[in-house]
């Protein structure tokens, strides 16, 4: 799997935009990008993933450069619930032989 | 999650005992994995399963050994847990690309 590299820590104020940068320069032709989140002392939990284009759901919405070497993920309207450490993973898709690869993501901390 | 169950939740043993770890899930994925979350190292990959029998080491699989008898079970054995196995256990499993957590077992070996 291709690294990536995030930010340590951010803060973001309750009911704003919280917008978390990651960089994955060396990713390639057939990686895709994926969001976890982490909600302290619980298991991981899938946010959102793109190839490409930019993707939105009920959660999040992931905006992936033309060149693919960067992305952000868009917490539209951030709450005190969605304070956690998000992590950034590019992997092939349908891969279960590559098991996802944690770095040590975001610390998100949302301030009322 | 409520299609994958870990347990024990809590346990906390004596160092040289045998502890084993079970991981259960409902979704019929065909991947499963273990991977172990200790303050400043994230969460590491132990071992993973690509099916019934087959299993793969992953990054920190040393003192480590799994296995995968049915689909919806895999468990995790520490033959003799040391102080340093002391952390928090998460159990995924994958079917497509997604990945589902479980809640986690706290483990503490004295």
């Known amino acids: 799997d291709a690294k990536t590299t995030q930010p340590p820590s951010m803060d973001c104020a309750e009911g704003r935009a919280a917008n978390l940068p990651c960089n994955h320069s060396t990713i390639s032709g057939n990686e895709y990008v994926y969001w976890y989140r982490q909600i302290h002392s619980q298991g991981p939990q899938y946010i959102i993933h793109?190839?490409?284009n930019n993707e939105t759901n009920e959660m999040a919405s992931l905006i992936i450069t033309e060149d693919r070497k960067s992305s952000t993920l868009i917490l539209p309207h951030a709450t005190l619930r969605d304070t956690a450490v998000y992590y950034c993973?590019?992997?092939?898709?349908?891969?279960?032989?590559?098991?996802?690869?944690f770095g040590k993501g975001t610390r998100l901390s949302v301030i009322a | 999650d409520a299609g994958i169950t870990q347990s024990p939740r809590h346990k906390v043993t004596e160092t040289g005992t045998p502890v084993t770890l079970r991981c259960h899930q409902t979704e019929n994925h065909r991947y499963m994995y273990w991977y172990r979350q200790d303050p400043g190292h994230g969460l590491r990959l132990i071992h993973y399963s690509y099916g019934v029998k087959d299993t793969d080491k992953g990054e920190v699989s040393d003192g480590y050994s799994v296995s995968r008898s049915k689909t919806e079970d895999f468990l995790l054995t520490l033959e003799s847990a040391t102080s340093s196995q002391t952390s928090v256990y998460f159990c995924?499993?994958?079917?497509?690309?997604?990945?589902?957590f479980g809640s986690g077992t706290r483990l503490t070996v004295v």
């Open positions: 993973i590019v992997r092939v898709a349908n891969s279960g032989n590559t098991p996802l690869v």
């Open positions: 793109g190839l490409k």
């Open positions: 995924a499993t994958s079917q497509g690309g997604g990945y589902t």
